[in-house]
């Protein structure tokens, strides 16, 4: 009975592996692609999307925390895709495969021409850029991105990320998909929300390592406006 037992484990594990290798070779499928990454200002990203001649779709949401449900995440981000033509729409998100930079496959298994615009703090800390992504905007920054200090005016990358979308969907997200939705807002942008919890893990994690209480709240903050 042990051996058999034994024997079931084993199957189990090579059957695990085999549907493991067989999703990562679908991934590698979906985005088999040469990304573009450039440097650029607004106004170059501004041109860029001009020309292409597509409404803009972009996603935010959590990036680095990420999701308690991620496939309820996906499962969303696909409704949504569901309602535009790829060859007629642009999906742009942040550029990292992290959180909603998941995304991104998603979109590449529809269709879509993939942008990405990120923060060259993204370069300076060396950051991976989603393998699915056809083009990848540094925009010069101090920061990550949201409102700059003190104020209620977006930083380069996130002015970036507003004036070049048509239509702006957050599922979840933290304090810089806040401010890009409440920026989208203001000037009359097509903006919706979609309420997510950031992974309750990573967030304990997090507080802990900063020596700071357990979190009881993992809405995030855009959840706490929208």
């Given at each position: ?195 997510a919890d950031m992974n309750h893990q990573k967030a304990r994690e997090k507080a802990k390592k900063k020596g700071l209480p357990e979190p009881t709240y993992f809405g995030g903050a855009a959840n706490e406006v929208f």
């Open positions: 009975m042990k051996f058999k037992l034994h024997q079931t484990v084993q199957f189990w594990f090579i059957a695990v592996g085999i549907i493991s290798l067989w999703i990562v070779s679908l991934s590698v499928a979906a985005c088999e692609l040469v990304t573009t990454v450039k440097d650029a200002t607004t106004d170059e990203i501004k041109t860029f999307f001009k020309n292409e001649k597509k409404d803009v779709v972009t996603f935010v949401g959590y990036s680095g925390a990420e999701y308690e449900d991620k496939a309820a995440m996906l499962e969303a981000a696909g409704r949504i895709m569901d309602e535009f033509d790829s060859s007629s729409a642009i999906v742009n998100i942040g550029a990292t495969p992290e959180g909603i930079g998941a995304v991104y496959e998603l979109a590449k298994r529809r269709g879509f021409t993939t942008t990405g615009i990120v923060s060259t703090q993204a370069k300076a800390y060396q950051a991976e850029l989603s393998p699915c992504v056809d083009h990848v905007f540094y925009v010069e920054d101090a920061s990550w991105g949201g409102f700059l200090e003190g104020g209620s005016r977006l930083s380069p990358t996130s002015t970036a990320m507003v004036e070049n979308s048509d239509v702006l969907i957050a599922i979840g997200g933290g304090v810089v998909g806040r401010d890009e939705l409440i920026a989208a807002k203001r000037s009359g942008k097509e903006v919706h929300f979609i309420p």
